[in-house]
């Protein structure tokens, strides 16, 4: 199994940037395919972005065009970059890994979480 440590969470104003990282420990993780989930207070948490194992990216439609995942097999780390950040982006941002998709239940390993808060 992986462990995973997100960093890079903060307070924005709408329109800016922020860049989270999560880094791995474990063996696997070069073959893990990778993910960001978030949750907002009161909703289910949800699919934002993902990372095959080799390199294939797919992102939810609603930080299409906005946010961009990468991955460094080397250093055991995965990227999530915000930009254009809206009020909504608001949530606790989770990273992931396992055997791919869009559902939650697809993935083994989870980081604690880091928050991520969009003043308007």
């Known amino acids: 199994q992986v462990q995973l440590v997100e960093s890079g969470g903060g307070l924005v104003q709408a329109g800016g940037s922020l860049k989270l990282s999560c880094t791995a420990s474990g063996r696997t993780f070069s073959t893990n395919d990778m993910a960001w989930f978030r949750q907002a207070p009161g909703k289910e948490r949800e699919f934002v972005a993902g990372i095959s194992w080799i390199g294939i990216t797919v992102y939810a439609n609603s930080v299409k065009g906005r946010f961009t995942v990468s991955r460094d097999n080397a250093k055991k780390t995965v990227a999530l970059q915000m930009n254009s950040l809206k009020a909504e982006d608001t949530a606790v941002y989770y990273c992931?890994?396992?055997?791919?998709?869009?559902?939650?239940?697809?993935?083994?390993?989870w980081g604690q979480g880091t928050q991520v808060t969009v003043s308007s």
């Open positions: 992931a890994a396992g055997s791919g998709g869009r559902a939650p239940a697809e993935f083994g390993s």
